[in-house]
């Protein structure tokens, strides 16, 4: 059955009239539902009392009002009255008419017209309650429990066969219908308690009890004749009993089954509200979030009770729509093509498919992952007498001791002292961890390479390489911070300096918006993809094809080649124009999937590489002395791009015009829109208190700096313009004033 088709049939048709044979065996109920129910297996109620006082509430009051009684109980109601009534009706008329003729004492007539009278007052009583508190309304079953058990004492006790012992009155043949209003009775009252199996087994338990003890002490009739009445009724009370025990039941699965599925609607809605929804989302996040849709609505289909084979079909397609998910937040829909190593596929042809298809791999059964590797935790930092002695500065080496421990630590003072950045940076770490020894590098090989890649950086503003170990230094400070050392391997490590020292290395100090539309030679030899990003990682690499220069010439080719793949995933990584991709992938990847691992390899590329992604950019989280300086310079690289734009009379690119800059505007809306939102990812992933409060919380101080002085800014120039307007006012006016006077002296002039 369709999800409108139930819909339909919980709106229209209410929850206990379902659950009548009938309608339920048309519906297929039965079929659909679970075995499961949590309710007391002789009761029949909810172990909750909070889902059983709910369960009563939807039976008698309104849906929209609670405080009125439902459409369906007010339908119960008029038919219990009416029935009630004229059966009070036909008791007192009966009564009457009996003790005209003679055949119903006075005592008997005083006792049925106060019983009738009391129950009449007392229901109507209580009937007008309903309407005016909720209380009332709530109540009804121990009501109506009560006001039955009185009735039904009424009818058996009022028997003329009972009564007339009782009273000492004579015996007649006339008497009133009180053994059909017994049976009758038990049926209206399953109206009103909307066949409540516990309530109806209490009164037909206590009328039975009663009836044959009454009727066997009382009656003159033969014990057969009582007991033979007594069977009928009793047989009568068990097959309503058994129904209404089997719709209650049934009435109570289909309450189940709504409020299951609401509430799993209720806690998925909750949860998409509370969701921090970024405000600019990836394709990745796009489709993420639709695989997140797909599901919800297959596991609203499932909550509620549908066919067992349809239901099982219904979880194997979550399952496949969460394989689906993973896949898009992998990124790779096609890159991978996998050869199973029991397909009928011989040695050659996959020696052929390895040599000629760069994107195929073979899967093996041994699990590379699980491999015991030497990390970086393992390795003992080497105390070693570093000849920086040489740049006039004894205490430099406690100074480069900072590097990656202080998060504010200053470059520049290291840059100021030797010239140098890169290569001191660098030596130091090749040396501290024992680098050098590990990858048998030549010292003299080492320090021409660092040395080469330093010379390699132009003098910009702000992409030199200054700025480059400021990267590195930042990167180190999340892997002290992060725990990454016990899950990096020595070549990792390596790579990682070479990828954050190398990352904008030949960097011409524009955009790769401004190379591609300008048809520079470097946009034209690399296909205006991630321009300057694929320059440096071939600059990276050229630089070690120099003589002297090859600091991976004693790798093996595996590890020549996972570091390389490395190197270039970082670097690639730091493609701006590709921010939200790379944002949404990793987004998804650590906080949606939670599913990143860094023993394995390919989500240690990522995680690494969005390390450095973050470190790029981390000046934006220094604190403000620091930030504002770095600030200072990317604005005047970003100056000097739109002078060369506005020579060329080209459009100016954004936040790049120095006749209109507005650094407040521009830097508030680069850490809001950009860098808070990439930080807040990175700390939730790392889940580092030190790097959170370190990185973030003065990463948005910043932010609240720069929104700060903006309102100042513009409030300073709202002022002025102000001013201006009010000038320009009084000068239109004084020049008005001198027209008038003028035009008047040349009218005087003309007359006289």
């Not at 059955?1 to 139930?6: E, R, Y």
């Not at 310079?633 to 002078?643: A, H, N, S």
């Not at 313009?721 to 004084?734: G, P, T």
Request: aromatic letters at 12%.
């Amino acid at each position: 059955m369709s999800s409108k088709v139930l819909d339909m049939n919980f709106a229209e048709n209410p929850i206990s009239k379902q659950s009548n044979s009938p309608v339920y065996s048309i519906l297929q109920h039965e079929e659909r539902e679970v075995s499961y129910l949590p309710v007391s297996p002789n009761l029949l109620n909810f172990a909750d009392k909070a889902l059983n006082q709910k369960y009563i509430q939807t039976l008698y009051t309104c849906k929209d009002e609670i405080s009125k009684p439902s459409a369906e109980f007010k339908s119960n109601l008029l038919m219990f009255y009416l029935f009630l009534s004229i059966y009070i009706v036909i008791l007192i008329t009966t009564a009457l008419l009996l003790h005209s003729e003679g055949n119903l004492s006075d005592i008997q007539l005083v006792f049925h017209l106060i019983c009738l009278g009391g129950i009449t007052l007392v229901s109507y009583i209580w009937l007008i309650c309903i309407y005016k508190k909720q209380w009332f309304l709530m109540k009804n079953r121990v009501f109506f429990l009560m006001l039955g058990l009185a009735f039904l004492s009424y009818l058996i006790v009022g028997d003329h066969r009972v009564l007339s012992e009782i009273t000492d009155s004579n015996h007649t043949s006339s008497r009133l219908p009180t053994s059909i209003g017994i049976v009758c009775f038990l049926v209206l009252m399953r109206l009103v308690l909307f066949e409540c199996f516990y309530y109806l087994v209490i009164l037909a338990t206590y009328a039975l009890i009663l009836f044959l003890g009454l009727e066997v002490g009382y009656s003159r009739l033969s014990t057969y004749s009582t007991l033979s009445e007594f069977s009928l009724i009793a047989l009568f009370f068990v097959l309503q009993i058994l129904d209404s025990q089997k719709i209650d039941f049934r009435t109570r699965q289909l309450f189940w089954r709504k409020e299951k599925e609401e509430e799993g609607i209720e806690h998925d809605l909750k949860v998409d509200e509370n969701t921090n929804k970024p405000d600019i989302k990836s394709e990745t996040e796009i489709l993420i979030s639709s695989c997140d849709k797909i599901k919800q609505e297959l596991k609203y289909a499932y909550h509620v009770i549908i066919f067992k084979d349809v239901k099982k079909r219904l979880k194997q397609t979550m399952g496949l729509i969460e394989k689906v998910k993973r896949r898009i937040a992998h990124g790779s829909f096609f890159d991978d093509v996998k050869i199973e190593t029991h397909m009928n596929i011989d040695e050659q042809d996959k020696a052929f498919i390895r040599e000629n298809y760069m994107n195929v791999t073979i899967e093996s059964t041994r699990d590379r992952n699980n491999e015991r590797k030497v990390t970086m935790s393992d390795i003992t930092e080497k105390e070693t007498d570093f000849p920086f002695h040489s740049y006039g500065v004894a205490e430099l080496e406690s100074v480069l001791f900072s590097v990656g421990k202080n998060w504010n630590f200053d470059i520049w003072f290291v840059y100021n002292t030797t010239g140098h950045s890169i290569f001191i940076i660098a030596k130091y770490f090749f040396k501290k961890w024992n680098l050098i020894e590990a990858f048998n590098i030549p010292e003299d090989v080492c320090d021409k390479y660092f040395q080469t890649l330093e010379k390699g950086y132009n003098h910009n503003p702000y992409h030199n390489a200054c700025h480059a170990a400021d990267v590195l230094h930042t990167l180190l400070f999340f892997y002290f911070n992060g725990e990454f050392l016990r899950n990096l391997s020595p070549l990792d490590t390596i790579s990682s300096l070479v990828a954050s020292l190398g990352h904008d290395v030949g960097h011409p100090g524009l955009t790769n918006r401004f190379l591609v539309n300008n048809r520079d030679e470097i946009a034209i030899q690399y296909n205006d993809i991630s321009v300057l990003e694929n320059m440096h990682c071939f600059k990276i690499f050229s630089i070690m094809g120099k003589t002297g220069c090859n600091i991976f010439e004693k790798l093996s080719s595996d590890d020549w080649v996972k570091s390389r793949k490395l190197i270039i995933e970082m670097v690639l990584e730091t493609d701006m124009s590709r921010h939200f991709e790379i944002l949404g992938r990793f987004r998804t990847r650590a906080l949606s999937l939670s599913d990143l691992n860094l023993d394995n390899q390919d989500d240690k590329t990522l995680i690494l590489a969005m390390g450095l992604k973050c470190a790029d950019i981390g000046h934006s989280a220094k604190i403000k002395e620091l930030h504002e300086k770095w600030t200072d310079l990317v604005c005047e690289e970003f100056y000097k791009q739109g002078d060369i734009e506005r020579s060329r009379r080209q459009p100016i690119s954004m936040y790049c015009d120095r006749e209109n800059a507005d650094i407040p505007k521009s830097q508030a809306g680069f850490l809001k829109n950009i860098c808070i939102p990439l930080f807040d990812v990175w700390c939730q992933f790392l889940r580092s208190d030190t790097i959170t409060r370190s990185c973030l919380d003065q990463m948005k101080a910043n932010y609240n700096h720069w929104e700060d002085k903006g309102k100042a800014r513009r409030s300073t120039v709202g002022y002025s313009s102000a001013v201006s307007k009010s000038f320009e006012v009084e000068k239109r006016q004084i020049l008005g004033t001198s027209d008038i006077a003028i035009k008047r002296k040349q009218s005087d002039a003309s007359n006289s």
